[in-house]
């Protein structure tokens, strides 16, 4: 009777089953739209707080490329030369921009507008990042679904969506690469996963046109091209290789490295760069596995040794060959055939300085600021940095701020609750290890080094960072669970066993009945041989154990699984009230609008906008601006002036140049910039309220840069005993400077006299002198930034004496810009 009885309860289980899955689909659905509707609108405090306006500096860049396209078309975007930005040189934008940004929102754009819905390119241009990165928690739901499972994925993207190093990123105004970057990195990663779990060729095939996105997107795709084949030796060393893993790995860098090279701004270096030898050297091993695969499963176990004795001979030459013509390649490069990113992030001792820098947490929302010393303890900060491969080659490089290691408190501020989870997360992983978890781990690994080396790759590190804490919760609320129900279930059966008296006896007779029937079926089929018996009980014995080993830990008493589901949750609510401070104080502010709070209120500085509004309205078009290169692409952007330096700094002897001016005393610095026929020259300045980005902070590194290029130009000139003062124990090179004085001229005005700098927090050393070269046209509200005109050069005029010239060279009117005409024209 007992086997009938169990057919019966097996025939209605199909149904409930595909029903409660089809429930789950659809719940995980709505889930997931939630999860998305979260991500879009905890990027929108900066819309809500401030206005639908563009952030930060490299946004208009690309905000001016957008409006190029989509009012000229495709073909005049690759073939642009723009004569506003690197005077006299230009650029060419076609051929030295990532497009995948500014395609992206030309054609949502025009989609738009195909469908009668009237929004500008700004406003477009400005939500794309909040709209990408509700796409990337659904592309890291799919991609924690492979490793671990659907529970796991949506915590994952819940987690994401929320992540505050991600926010910092992608809020709304954010119009830079990586607000659509890390939707591909992670959409690459995923289908490279899921091949790897299915094997099929279509998702390779996808995961390279995914691939193909990400190099259109962002310079960071060699991210991804040197962590999947190291996945992919990974997997052949650790003996796992397989026709999933050739299928993954095979088509992507065939396919995925001809269509990265269709790129203008990529091109040959496809091919040609360090950063892509990596997935080649791991091609031309996976096809050796291959082949050695293939021929065991041809030949007999002594013709196989002979055979792959001869494979691995042929495949070592052919490996010492290609090694030899990559070092002959790399050797012709001075660089090794590195970028110089490259090497910044490969210098170990860029990581040990990030592991070794004291713990001050950097100014929220100053993530594009330039390393900004203070005068008390800027000796030891600045003696730190110099020690690195980036400071001493290409200053250029670690002038940046993002380019800096980060501090440990920035890993609490940017990823809080997960940077505990993640071990937690990592020992899921193991149990069991398959190839996608082992691929996770490994991109686990690797971000936390690179963020470690560059506080702007704390980014990449944020997706795993969520991707692990995931799996760690979603396991830990699977244990709580089950250890919850097997209470209630245990409890239930007492209660039923008590409430009844004939009843316990029906529900004990049937299992023990069962088991006799069982055990008679299970002598029948031992009696043939001893053989069978010994295998079979072995093979019955295993299973038990195995079960009894497993069930054991992941069963906890009620009270403490209690206690802990409580804490979790408690965790939770304290990763939702940290993101969304995050979001709408820390990350939400943009940098062209700037807000302090005092004890009178809320103050709005809007200098900047205001500077590049007087340039636009009082100057002519075709004046040509000055100023140090974080503000070329907003000066062009927002003043439509042209400019000699911007943020593409992709030539570092003009920026040195215009750093050699700025170090330089007036009058070599007015012949300086009168060889690049410039007009005005713009300063950042905040000594009066108290910015800390401004240029005087940023100076030792335009004396560093020119000084790279122009050996006149001596560091020590400018420091008193190793450190930067501008005080009256600043060196006199310092005082006389162009940059000091355009930075400090009629200071005094503003408190009496005393000249005192807020943000250095000391009385300025030269207080009272007048400019000869230079001229102030303009000064915003707040002082926070300053514009200065060359005056004309006096005319020299034959058979006149010295006294003569100095009266006329007084009649001029430098304010009217009124000369006297030249009599011998």
Partial sequence: MAVPIDNNLTKPTPPSSTLRFAFGNVLAFFILLLIGVLAFSIRLFSVIKYESVIHEFDPYFNYRVTQFLTKNGIYDFWNWFDDRTWYPLGRVIGGTVYPGLTLTAGTIWKVLQSLNIPLSVETVCVFTAPVFSAFASWAAYLLTKEVKGTGAGLTAAVLLAMVPSYISRSVAGSYDNEAVAIFALIFTFYLYVKTLNTGSLFYATLNSIAYF?????????????????????????????????????????????????????????AVMTSEHFASFLVFIVIHVVALAYYIKGMLSPKMFKVAATLVVSVGLVVCCAVVAVLVAVVASSPTKGWSGRSLSLLDP?????????????????????????????????????KKTYASKYIPIIASVSEHQPPTWPSYFMDLNVLAFLVPAGIIACFSPLSDASSFVILYLVMSVYFSGVMVRLMLVLAPAACIMSGIALSEAFDVFT???KFYISNLSESLQIDAGDTVPGNNVSPPSDVLKNDKKEDMLKERPSRKNKKKE???????????????????????????????????????VVHSVWAAAEAYSAPSIVLTSHSHDGLHVFDDFREAYAWLSHNTEVDDKVASWWDYGYQTTAMANRTVIVDNNTWNNTHIATVGTAM?????????????????????????????????????????????????????????????????????????????????????????GGKGYDRVRRTEIGRKHFKLTHFEEVFTTHHWMVRIYKLKPQKNRIRGKTKKSKSKTSYTTTPRSGTVKKNPWH
């Avoid at 990030?354 to 600045?382: C, E, F, I, M, N």
């Fill in 482 to 484: 089950r250890s919850i």
């Fill in 213 to 269: 996105y990400m190099v259109c997107s962002w310079g960071g795709y060699t991210f991804i091209i040197n962590l999947i084949p190291m996945h992919v030796l990974l997997c052949i060393v650790t003996g796992r290789y397989s026709s999933r893993l050739y299928i993954a790995y095979a088509p992507l860098v065939v396919l995925g490295t001809l269509l990265a090279a269709l790129v203008p701004v990529v091109g040959f270096n």
């Fill in 537 to 575: 009980k072995e093979n019955i014995e295993k299973p038990s154990v195995k079960s009894k080993t497993e069930k054991r830990p992941l069963v906890l008493p009620v009270e403490a699984s209690f206690f802990a589901l409580f804490l979790t949750v408690l965790l939770g609510g304290f990763y």
């Fill in 349 to 385: 001792l860029r990581l040990a300085l990030g592991w070794s820098r004291a713990l001050d947490l950097p100014v929220p929302g100053q993530r594009h600021s330039r390393l900004a010393p203070s005068v008390p303890g800027y000796k030891t900060q600045y003696q730190a940095v």
């Fill in 663 to 751: 170090s330089s005393p007036e009058k070599a610095a007015w012949e300086i910039f009168n060889s690049l026929d410039v007009k005005y020259v713009l300063v950042v300045f905040g000594g009066l309220v108290g910015y800390p980005s401004d240029d005087i902070n940023k100076f030792l590194w335009m004396v560093r840069i020119g000084g790279g290029v122009f050996p006149h130009i001596k560091e020590p000139d400018y420091l008193r005993d190793g450190q930067y003062r501008i005080d009256s124990q600043a060196t006199p090179t310092m005082l006389n400077s162009l940059m000091y004085k355009l930075s400090y001229f009629r200071f005094v005005e503003t408190d």
